[in-house]
């Protein structure tokens, strides 16, 4: 007994003996395969057969003029086709091993092999307050607050916007507003959309100043743009491709989103939509690829479901999960940088239906080894709305996911036959033992919000749901997270040359707007 004593008195706190989390961003993923490699072999042969014959309508002429002197054809009806040879020799001189720079160097993401990472995005119209049971229109102030909680939320490793300023009517106000309220609220790598192509050189200018001086943007581009460049089946939409190409002059790997929807615009067999959704990704992969070759590019096949008996969006359904993993598993056989969007539950509030819907998309495309989880947290409503508490509880749900995805690590240490040994030989249970304070923290991931407390405490603390206590959590991040990462000499000077319709009083700490 007294040698036990004396062990323990020794014995270090947990805390002291290690600085290595249980999750971080960027783990690797990749064991969990929907697809065999035969399947994937039919998928891409079929995908290329719709390039090679069926083609893309509506090429933008810079394309097309560099296409048709890469040996593609134009039919007589205006669809390009790409020989499978040209597809092939791109997707092998591809850009990898995409980075995508954080304004600060912590925040860098790398999306290189199946390393995983979860991104705030979505572009819904309708914001769910605090406690709220009616979505209203969401504002510019929306983007500012939501960029807040993604700085603060350790689980969410990007931002993009995930609403629309809809009290913005001006395009290239709602694009520079966009931009300057996601800046201001977080330091982690942001990606932008653009009304207009002619709005990406302005933006740049505005980042030049935030980032230092003329030219400083691009040698650390935080930002970068793209767009879904296809409108469903198997035409380029004119706009889109026009940002994307324009995205380039930015410096930084432009973000094609191609989500055509099963049974409306893609076909109702998840294979057949898989082939289609892949052919124009791959189509917009040659798009940036002709124009400038080995321009990085993450690869965003998104495949969306139709509920067919109502012809509605649904992206909480197991097909969602299951097609949005396989995109992730093709883009891998690629080895491109890949994204999907994941999370993209039907329900309108926080619910159990939310939970299980984004807990079970999200976890089969991590696991699945995708680089870039977009349209992780928060979104609801089948992307028409988003809500605060939604983005507290799935931070705490991607910790979890992200702990599955680094699954068991099997060590001559971790197999414990010297602490099973010792155990049974000494005090009869391992609470005590060393290996067990010293994998407290590393082994072992702790929900910020998930309730573990016992029936009886749980009463005596109000009974609360993890929305309410969700609110309680968003409300006090809200009210108290006002990082300062535009000065106000910047601001200014960003206020003289930019019509900035975010007011100063909103980006000031505030202990009661929320």
């Known amino acids: ?14 805390e002291s003996l290690t600085t290595q989390k249980a999750v971080e961003k960027g783990l690797l993923g990749g064991k969990y395969k929907p697809l065999s490699e035969h399947e994937i ?76 990472h979860m991104y705030g995005g979505g572009e ?18 929306d983007v500012y607050d939501l960029a807040r909680l993604v700085d603060y939320l350790e689980h969410i490793h990007g931002f993009s916007r995930l609403i629309v300023a809809t009290e913005i009517s001006s395009w290239f106000k709602a694009d520079i507003n966009t931009a300057y309220a996601s800046i201001m609220g977080t330091t982690k790598n942001i990606a932008l959309t653009f009304g207009s192509a002619d709005h990406i050189k302005p933006t740049i200018e505005m980042l030049d100043i935030i980032a230092g001086g003329e030219g400083k943007f691009k040698k650390r581009p935080f930002c970068h743009g793209g ?33 055509p929807q099963s049974g409306a615009t893609a076909p109702a067999a998840l294979a057949g939509s898989l082939v289609q959704v892949l052919a124009e990704t791959l189509a917009s992969l040659l798009l940036i690829d002709l124009i400038k070759p080995g321009h990085p590019v993450v690869f965003g096949p998104w495949p969306f479901v139709t509920d067919l008996r109502t012809g509605s969006f649904s992206g909480g359904s197991g097909e969602e999960a299951l097609m949005a993993a396989a995109a992730a598993q093709i883009t891998n056989h690629y080895g491109l940088s890949s994204s999907v969007g994941a999370g993209m539950t039907d329900s309108k509030v926080p619910d159990a239906q939310a939970g299980y819907e984004k807990g079970i998309s999200i976890a089969m495309s991590a696991l699945a080894g995708c680089n870039n989880i977009s349209e992780s947290a928060g979104m609801m409503a089948s992307l028409m709305g988003v809500s605060f508490e939604s983005m507290v509880i799935d ?120």
């Open 1 to 14: 007994m007294a040698r036990r004593t004396s062990r323990r008195r020794n014995r270090q706190p947990a």
């Open 395 to 514: 931070n705490d749900m991607l910790g979890m996911i992200m702990r599955a995805v680094r699954g068991i690590e099997v060590t001559e240490e971790t197999l414990s036959y010297q602490a099973i040994k010792e155990t049974v030989e000494g005090e009869g249970h391992f609470l005590r033992n060393d290996q067990t304070l010293s994998l407290m923290k590393t082994e072992y991931l702790y929900p910020t919000l998930a309730d573990r407390s016992t029936q009886e405490e749980w009463e005596e603390g109000g009974s609360l749901s993890i929305r309410e206590r969700a609110e309680e959590r968003a409300r006090e991040i809200l009210n108290s997270h006002y990082p300062v990462y535009i000065d106000d000499k910047t601001d200014k000077k960003i206020r003289s040359k930019f019509p900035i319709e975010i007011g100063r009083e909103v980006i000031k700490p505030s202990k009661n707007r929320f």
């Open 41 to 116: 072999e039919q998928i891409h042969q079929t995908a290329l057969d719709v390039l090679e014959n069926i083609g893309m309508g509506s090429p933008i002429p810079q394309l097309q003029d560099v296409a048709l002197e890469n040996g593609c054809k134009m039919t007589d009806s205006g669809r390009l086709l790409f020989p499978r040879s040209l597809v092939e020799d791109v997707i092998a001189r591809a850009g990898r091993d995409v980075i995508k720079y954080g304004r600060d160097p912590k925040h860098d993401l790398f999306l290189s092999d199946k390393k995983v």
């Open 227 to 259: 767009g879904c460049t296809v409108v469903s089946p198997l035409r380029y939409g004119a706009d889109n491709c026009e940002v994307a190409v324009a995205s380039i002059e930015m410096n930084a790997p432009v973000w094609v989103v191609i989500a």
């Open 124 to 141: 819904a119209v309708t914001m769910l307050d605090l406690g709220a049971k009616k979505y209203r229109p969401s504002t510019i102030n």
